[in-house]
């Protein structure tokens, strides 16, 4: 007779194999887990901790009491663990709300899991489950852990509704999730996983429309993140700063001198430097209705404080800052940083109508016409990317970012010949 153990792990392969069945782009995923029994922990816990392996440490009598109620459950449970990893939810485990992280990443899974509509999933209390997160959809677009979070964060929900979406959704024990800096092998190794699925879903998919919650949650967990201050710094320009040059004295001749003619050293240090700073160039700011005042304030506090940072600001500079609509309504010019700093204490956002993305070029082709700079390397648009964009790329060889901030919402197409950043919003709320 077979024991419990022995009986729980046969029943976690015919879990197995039956998500491979109906989802054969999981089979290297699935792979990657690693299932332990401990007796009387009294239930399951996904350990995350150890750097080349997903171990999912689990109560025998809990897991054979799932099966006997319904074998669906065990199934269910081990696609839930699997999207957990495949999204990457235990990676910002340490940056995060945890209650409330622990609510959106199982909302997340669960809406992927529905969304697949594949026999063997079907569980005790689905209805009620797609009934919620159908409303969720309404309020927070899109149903990724990231975004649920925010929305969760910014509702801020009684204790009581918090603890009925958690029973609802949850089917695993967060506990074994660890910060993210101690599994960066791992996180590596998910999100090259993640990119492959993602890529045999498409294949596999096609245009299904019972699949679209899952890509996004893989877009979600594969995309690119950038750091604000280095994408700024792409547009530095060579140049050169009063300041003594350490790099290129020559500390020999120096003491060598010293030592020969008493005070008199026979050189002396470069009181110039080349550098690498931003000098030129244009951010225009989406004051349309849809663009709120707090979130563009936000937006220009995070520029002017990496770019008043000595490291990355020459003394003299000439970036102007356009306010727009569906016309450029104010540009002020700024060649400092105390004049930087006037704007950001007694600047006053102007326009609030519709956005068209044209006339702010056409501005700027006339003032690098005019001879208004000598070098332009960018603008960045900071906007909500609902406009008219240019039929053609610029003139005049600077580089064009379109930075939106991350919301709820999916981002329109961008044209081709622009960079597109997304900001997160709480790299905005870090100033």
Same mark, same amino acid.
């Given at each position: ?229 280095? $994408?700024? &710094?792409?547009?530095?320009?060579? +140049? ?8 290129? %004295? #020559? !500390? =020999? ?89 006037? $704007?950001? &204490?007694?600047?006053?956002?102007? +326009? ?8 702010? %070029? #056409? !501005? =700027? ?67």
């Amino acid at each position: 007779m077979e024991s419990v153990e022995e009986l729980a792990a046969k029943v976690w392969r015919l879990s197995r194999d039956s998500l491979l069945i109906h989802l054969r782009f999981l089979d290297v995923a699935l792979s990657e887990l690693e299932f332990r029994a401990q007796s009387g922990i009294g239930q399951v816990l996904c350990d995350m901790s150890t750097p080349r392996a997903v171990i999912v440490f689990y109560d025998p009598q809990v897991l054979l009491r799932l099966y006997k109620a319904n074998p669906n459950n065990v199934t269910r449970l081990h696609l839930h663990i699997l999207l957990h990893c495949i999204f990457g939810h235990s990676y910002k485990y340490n940056k995060v709300e945890q209650e409330l992280w622990n609510i959106a990443a199982d909302m997340a899974v669960e809406n992927a899991a529905l969304g697949l509509q594949i026999s063997g999933l079907e569980t005790e209390h689905d209805r009620e489950r797609r009934e919620i997160l159908e409303q969720w959809r309404k309020r927070a677009g899109a149903l990724t852990a990231d975004r649920i979070y925010r929305k969760l964060k910014e509702d801020r929900l009684k204790s009581e509704e918090l603890l009925t979406l958690g029973s609802l959704f949850c089917r695993d024990v967060h506990d074994g999730w660890k910060p993210a800096e101690t599994l960066e092998i791992t996180e590596a190794q998910w999100k090259k996983i993640s990119e492959r699925i993602r890529a045999e879903l498409k294949s596999f998919s096609g245009d299904k429309s019972n699949d679209k919650s899952l890509l996004q949650n893989l877009e979600e967990a594969v995309k690119e993140t950038y750091d604000y201050g280095d $994408f700024l &710094r792409k547009f530095s320009v060579s +140049g050169e700063e009063m300041q003594i040059n350490d790099d290129e %004295f #020559d !500390y =020999v001749y120096y003491t060598y001198g010293l030592s020969l003619y008493g005070n008199l050293p026979l050189v002396e240090p470069l009181e110039y430097k080349d550098v690498n700073k931003i000098k030129e160039f244009v951010v225009a700011i989406d004051t349309s209705g849809s663009c709120r005042g707090s979130v563009v304030q936000a937006f220009l506090n995070k520029t002017y404080h990496i770019l008043k940072s000595s490291e990355n600001f020459f003394r003299k500079v000439n970036i102007h800052i356009l306010q727009c609509d569906s016309k450029v309504r104010r540009d002020t010019k700024i060649t400092s940083d105390e004049e930087f700093e006037r $704007f950001m &204490r007694e600047g006053q956002l102007e +326009g609030f109508g519709s956005t068209d993305f044209r006339p702010v %070029f #056409d !501005y =700027v082709d006339k003032a690098v016409e005019s001879g208004e700079f000598e070098n332009l390397k960018g603008l960045i648009y900071f906007t909500d990317g609902y406009g008219v964009f240019p039929a053609r790329k610029p003139p005049h060889g600077y580089d064009t970012a379109f930075v939106f901030l991350e919301d709820n919402y999916e981002k329109p197409p961008i044209p081709p010949w622009a960079i597109k950043l997304v900001l997160p919003a709480e790299e905005l709320e870090e100033e």
